[in-house]
């Protein structure tokens, strides 16, 4: 696959030793990411353009907590393979993400409210994939332990309520999104949202991309034309942006509503028990807080949900989407 190479230059001021420990971080800018104040600090104005893409909507946020800081330290160097640099995720435990490439490193530490990378100008040149890979990995596990829990589920809002769509991988959920957002519903985001607790249940939401199948085209002929990329488990996925105005506020009276495949579009109750059971079973990538996930489930679940069993036309399910927001 090729790089594409970016318009700008990847600059960076270099370390006054080899080892990178007397960094000049002089470019910097504090954002409030899903209501959490993160300062990302660097030594490359490139890399500073690259947060204020994938963050800058958030400028218009309040802030709720903390602080947390994200540094990046651009170095010149290669990624010595071919093509798009393999980014692999790991956790060594409860807390940290390691994030590792054949030239790059990145640690993201709650405990102590950091994140710090080390890449490469070549993996820095490949903008999107080192936004998404990198910068946004390290950005969201840290803030995933200050009360934002990540849940697999796609999300819609009107004003203040919200409905979370849930369902495995290949459910429909993206799809739906997709055309829901054309439709004017305002879009949470199309497979993952974050949920907060104290000192109220709120459901934070950021389009940033969709991914849809890359059987979508079928019923969206505008898609046609989006080269579909390989995404987790190696399925070809199309890479949609969700848009880039402010990210909406976050949702206080949430509905739940549980896809499910059929001949025809249907709604119907179902009752707490069946929405706690959905939602325990999680995908990987969203099991990292199993105590904190079954807080998230109850309060999700306590008043119950609904069932939405969707046809082979996604266009019929607009109207109970619409309805569920007008009463959820």
Same mark, same amino acid.
């Given at each position: 696959?090729?790089?594409?190479?970016?318009?700008?230059?990847? #600059?960076?001021?270099?370390?006054?030793?080899?080892?990178?420990?007397?960094? &000049?971080?002089?470019? %910097?800018?504090?954002?409030?990411?899903?209501?959490?104040?993160?300062?990302?600090?660097?030594?490359?104005?490139?890399?500073?353009?690259? @947060?204020?893409?994938?963050?800058?909507?958030?400028?218009?946020?309040?802030?709720?907590?903390?602080?947390?800081?994200?540094? =990046? @330290?651009?170095?010149?160097?290669?990624?010595?393979?071919?093509?798009?640099?393999? $980014?692999?995720?790991?956790?060594?435990? %409860?807390?940290?993400?390691?994030?590792?490439?054949?030239?790059?490193?990145?640690?993201?530490?709650?405990?102590?409210?950091?994140? @710090?990378?080390?890449?490469?100008?070549?993996?820095?040149?490949?903008?999107?994939?080192?936004?998404?890979?990198?910068?946004?990995?390290?950005?969201?596990?840290?803030?995933?332990?200050? *009360?934002?829990?990540?849940?697999?589920?796609?999300?819609?809002?009107?004003? *203040?309520?919200?409905?979370?769509?849930?369902?495995?991988?290949?459910?429909?959920?993206?799809?739906?999104?997709?055309?829901?957002?054309?439709?004017?519903?305002?879009?949470?985001?199309?497979?993952?949202?974050?949920? /907060?607790?104290?000192?109220?249940?709120?459901?934070?939401?950021?389009?940033? /991309?969709?991914?849809?199948?890359?059987?979508?085209?079928?019923?969206?002929?505008?898609?046609?034309? =989006?080269? %579909?990329?390989?995404? $987790?488990?190696?399925?070809?996925?199309?890479?949609?942006?969700?848009? /880039?105005?402010?990210?909406?506020?976050?949702?206080?009276?949430?509905?739940?509503?549980?896809?499910?495949?059929?001949?025809?579009?249907?709604?119907?109750?179902?009752?707490?028990?069946?929405?706690?059971? %959905?939602?325990? &079973?999680?995908?990987?990538?969203? #099991? &990292?807080?199993?105590?904190?996930?079954?807080?998230? =489930?109850? #309060?999700?679940?306590?008043?119950?949900?609904?069932?939405?069993?969707?046809? #082979?036309?996604?266009?019929?399910?607009?109207?109970?989407?619409?309805?569920?927001?007008?009463?959820?």
């Amino acid at each position: 696959m090729a790089v594409a190479v970016p318009d700008d230059p990847v #600059d960076f001021v270099p370390a006054a030793d080899p080892l990178l420990r007397d960094q &000049r971080l002089d470019h %910097a800018l504090t954002l409030p990411v899903l209501g959490i104040a993160t300062r990302f600090e660097t030594n490359s104005a490139y890399v500073l353009g690259v @947060v204020e893409s994938a963050f800058g909507a958030w400028r218009a946020a309040e802030d709720t907590a903390g602080e947390v800081r994200v540094r =990046v @330290v651009v170095h010149d160097g290669s990624e010595h393979v071919t093509g798009r640099a393999p $980014v692999r995720h790991f956790c060594p435990d %409860a807390t940290r993400l390691v994030v590792h490439s054949p030239g790059s490193v990145a640690v993201a530490d709650p405990e102590r409210r950091e994140g @710090v990378a080390y890449v490469t100008t070549a993996l820095a040149a490949d903008r999107e994939h080192f936004r998404s890979a990198v910068l946004e990995a390290v950005t969201l596990a840290l803030l995933a332990h200050l *009360d934002r829990h990540p849940l697999h589920a796609a999300g819609h809002a009107r004003g *203040d309520r919200a409905v979370l769509l849930a369902g495995p991988s290949g459910s429909g959920k993206s799809t739906l999104a997709y055309l829901a957002r054309e439709a004017g519903i305002q879009l949470l985001g199309d497979d993952r949202v974050w949920i /907060q607790r104290e000192p109220a249940l709120r459901v934070w939401g950021w389009p940033g /991309q969709m991914r849809l199948t890359a059987d979508s085209a079928r019923h969206f002929p505008e898609l046609a034309s =989006v080269e %579909a990329t390989s995404g $987790v488990g190696g399925k070809e996925k199309l890479v949609v942006h969700g848009g /880039q105005g402010a990210p909406p506020a976050p949702a206080r009276d949430v509905a739940v509503c549980l896809l499910a495949r059929g001949r025809r579009v249907a709604l119907e109750r179902v009752p707490a028990h069946e929405v706690a059971d %959905a939602l325990r &079973r999680v995908d990987p990538g969203f #099991d &990292r807080f199993p105590g904190r996930h079954e807080l998230v =489930v109850r #309060d999700l679940a306590a008043r119950g949900g609904w069932r939405l069993t969707l046809s #082979d036309d996604p266009r019929e399910a607009l109207p109970p989407l619409r309805d569920l927001l007008e009463s959820a």
